[in-house]
């Protein structure tokens, strides 16, 4: 919920930088490596937990439950395991660019 904010936040710095000769300097360079670094994190972790749940696959059976993998619960968790980096850098920036302000 606070994306639109940062981003509303980011604009007039954005918009100052892009009259200068290097706009890719600052906040602009800053957004777009945030952006792509969290987008590696995310889909780590939404590998690390579809890993998580396939090993898991054989305790379950032998347990006598349904398989994460084949009830939609894995796939839940790696969604969420996969916004999490985002999550997390977008509360940074606000309280980043709230303190600017």
Known sequence: MLAPMVAMMRM???AQEASRQMPWR???GRAVAEKALAAVDGIF????SMVGS???FW???MAGRMPSVLNGV???RSIEAALRPAGRTVKA???RLSAKG
């Open 12 to 14: 007039p710095i954005m």
């Open 26 to 28: 600052g906040e602009t």
């Open 45 to 48: 972790a939404a590998q690390m």
């Open 54 to 56: 396939m090993a898991s």
């Open 59 to 61: 305790p379950e059976v």
């Open 74 to 76: 894995a796939v839940e």
């Open 93 to 95: 920036n606000f309280r």
